[in-house]
């Protein structure tokens, strides 16, 4: 499943990398000219704008050196995120989407950027990871290990922010949904065909125990966690969750 879902995102990095980010026919690779684009990046500076907002009331002395954007796609949040960090790493599977990132960086002239492939290939300290729609495409078994990750390289006084799905609203069709996609992908796809005309691969939606992950950063020593209400859709609902280490570490 790990490998179908990196599989996926590199199919819509390759094919409708906007599209894969934000599931808007506005943002399909046939429908984006340079207003949708515009569009699409402004939608990234409000959530960036909000984010900032918070970490102001959350940890308004937190060290602004490194940023990490986990599943930064074509850079929607780490463009407007680089213009207040000293350095920004971008994470991401799909070469696709770290491609348009970089272009977005260049006509930006931001040139405080890097990329990454995965979180194994970063060292800490890092004064922020973010992390926004996302981890709801992950296994939630596997997202709590990369959580877990993330705490380890955030560094004294840094700040983890995590948005994630914790239930579903409509818990039979979000199951069911779930399961067609699981278990019958090839015949998403040509659902998608016929009603969209796109065969896409299927996104799957995957929900955490909010108390597990809790858990699983309390016994690595976090003592402090805030949680914001954040949905990814109209079936779900999510957190945004907050966790900052002490000065020392």
């Known amino acids: ?31 984006m000219d340079a207003t949708r684009r515009a569009e699409f990046y402004a939608s990234g500076r409000n959530d960036v704008a909000e984010l900032t907002a918070r970490l102001d009331r959350l940890a308004p002395d937190r060290p602004r050196g490194t940023l990490v954007d986990f599943g930064c796609g074509v850079g929607r949040c ?10 920004v790493i971008g994470v991401d599977v799909s070469e696709g989407m770290i491609a348009e990132a970089k272009k977005s960086l260049e006509e930006n002239k931001i040139g405080n950027a890097r990329f990454a492939r995965s979180l194994d290939e970063l060292t800490p300290p890092v004064d922020l990871i973010h992390s926004h729609y996302v981890l709801q495409h992950i296994d939630a078994n596997h997202g709590r290990t990369l959580i877990a990750r993330m705490w380890e390289l955030v560094g004294p006084g840094g700040v983890l922010a995590v948005q994630f799905p914790i239930t579903a609203r ?77 000065s020392a570490g």
């Not at 879902?5 to 943002?27: C, K, M, T």
């Not at 780490?78 to 000293?86: G, S």
Request: net charge positive; proline share 5%.
């Open 1 to 31: 499943m790990r490998t179908d879902i990196e599989q996926a995102w590199r199919n819509f990095g390759q094919h409708d990398p906007f599209f894969g980010v934000l599931s808007d026919v506005r943002y399909r690779r046939a429908e």
């Open 78 to 87: 780490l463009v407007a995120l680089a213009q207040q960090y000293d350095g």
């Open 170 to 246: 409509r818990p039979l069709r979000a199951k069911l949904k779930e399961a067609v996609k699981r278990w019958l992908p090839s015949a998403v796809r040509a659902a998608n065909l016929l009603r969209k005309g796109h065969a896409d691969p299927p996104m799957h939606m995957h929900c955490y125990d909010l108390g597990a992950v809790a858990a699983d950063l309390s016994v690595r020593g976090c003592a402090e966690i805030h949680l914001i209400r954040s949905d990814p859709d109209t079936e779900h609902l999510g957190m945004f969750l907050f966790a900052r280490k002490d």
